[in-house]
């Protein structure tokens, strides 16, 4: 039963990493490790989500270079251990950055039209699209004074 | 040069309405739609985009299914003209109601991991997905007040 329950949170996560173009294994490793209450070995996550440790190992690199995941050296031994961050927001970040570059390109075409309907409707569509990465900027940044990192200092006396 | 900033405006349309799940042909002729200033037949679509007829048909019975294109017979004729709308919302609210299922599954998993720091950076996670998604539903709604849709009859006296 928590096994079931722990295996649809994980895919749940892989769909929802899925979705700001993370590749849907790396995903899943995140969930496995969000619910793994001590840093898991390569192995282990290989063995609980049937994949091969190289896709384990590749999906790992991707979630360290997000900041998702932080891979801890055991000293004297080749063995790794991976333990989930709660930064997401350098994905969302990285979503944001990558929307406002194509959103810049659409606004470069908004005179690939004359004067007149076809227009208004492009420089509706852009502004919407444009607006809606606006407000999640605004989300992140709000977010990102509000937490304090794990292990960083508090500011106040 | 217009052709090749043409051409390159399509490719990132595609590529926005990729990170929101649609298929990047159906994004393409999206953006073409919407640099098009008079309705287009499925062979002028297939022709500028290298698509099978096939697939631009496939194409755009998924744009009117999300009410981003229109779909207009033509009287006497088999022929059909397709014409973008600014119909976005509808996009965007599809996107926001999968990441709110997906939200609901990690809630879920809250007490998948026992009361510590893991259950705290489970929290955090989940807090920030959701307040990301809660802040793109607000923007939607304001903006679906503010947009008066084409064609809808001004309110005003």
Known sequence: MSATRRHSFITSVGDLLASWNLPH?????YGLLLVTEEPASLDAIAAELGLSKGAVSTAVRQLDSWGLARVIPQPGSRRLLIEAT???????????A?????IAA??????LVGPGPAQ???RDVIGLFSGYVDVGDQ???TSRRQRREPGARDPRP
């Open 86 to 96: 709660a930064g997401i927001e350098s994905l969302l970040a990285a979503s944001h």
């Open 25 to 29: 294994a790396t995903g899943r490793v």
């Open 139 to 141: 989300m992140l940044s």
């Open 106 to 111: 659409l606004r470069d075409g908004e005179d």
């Open 120 to 122: 208004e409707r492009l």
């Open 98 to 102: 990558r929307a406002r570059t194509l």
